[in-house]
């Protein structure tokens, strides 16, 4: 039987002037953080939407890459991931992310370097998140008065 795991977003104003926040309700991690055009695309302290894409890839992919490690009989002492979510400013329609990219370290005990490539290979190949990044998106809009 599937889940559904959500976050909310609330904005106020034009783009480049405009305040908004996001809220994770579900799990109460976090309430009402700041974003904003300049947390965005300038140095303005706050988080924004692509950051918080690179948090949850970065995740799902050591959870990821301790399963497959699991499965081929190794226990990993600790995984590190550096998710870097790349975007282009310019393109049509708009800013676009362009592709992620997955830095990871870890200390696995008894394991090659040749099977820790493969199987990282096949971990990235198989996080939720990874996935998620080529399915289709739908939309339910409604206008209130």
Same mark, same amino acid.
């Given at each position: =039987?599937?889940? %559904?795991?959500?976050? !909310?977003?609330?904005?106020?104003?034009?783009?480049?002037?405009? %305040?908004? /926040? =996001?809220? !994770? &309700?579900? +799990?109460?991690?976090?309430?009402?953080?700041?974003?904003?055009?300049?947390?965005?695309?300038?140095?303005? %302290?706050?988080?924004? &939407?692509?950051?918080?894409?690179?948090?949850?890839?970065?995740?799902?992919?050591?959870?990821?890459?301790?399963? *497959?490690?699991?499965?081929?009989?190794?226990? &990993?002492?600790?995984?590190?991931?550096?998710?870097?979510?790349? =975007?282009?400013?310019?393109?049509? &329609?708009?800013? /676009?992310?362009?592709?992620?990219?997955?830095? *990871?370290? $870890?200390? *696995?005990?008894?394991? +090659? #370097?040749?099977?820790?490539?493969?199987? $990282?290979?096949? #971990?990235? #190949?198989?996080?939720?998140?990874?996935?998620?990044? +080529? *399915?289709?998106?739908?939309?339910?809009? !409604?206008?209130?008065?």
């Amino acid at each position: =039987m599937g889940f %559904k795991r959500y976050a !909310t977003a609330v904005w106020n104003g034009d783009l480049q002037a405009g %305040k908004g /926040t =996001m809220s !994770t &309700p579900q +799990s109460g991690l976090f309430a009402d953080q700041n974003y904003s055009f300049k947390t965005r695309f300038g140095d303005e %302290k706050g988080t924004n &939407p692509e950051e918080l894409l690179a948090a949850a890839h970065a995740g799902c992919f050591s959870m990821a890459l301790s399963a *497959v490690l699991g499965k081929s009989g190794f226990t &990993p002492d600790r995984i590190s991931t550096r998710a870097e979510a790349m =975007m282009e400013p310019g393109m049509d &329609p708009g800013p /676009t992310v362009t592709g992620v990219h997955l830095i *990871v370290e $870890a200390s *696995v005990p008894g394991i +090659s #370097a040749e099977q820790f490539q493969q199987i $990282a290979e096949a #971990a990235k #190949a198989g996080c939720v998140i990874s996935r998620a990044l +080529s *399915v289709p998106v739908t939309l339910s809009a !409604t206008l209130q008065a």
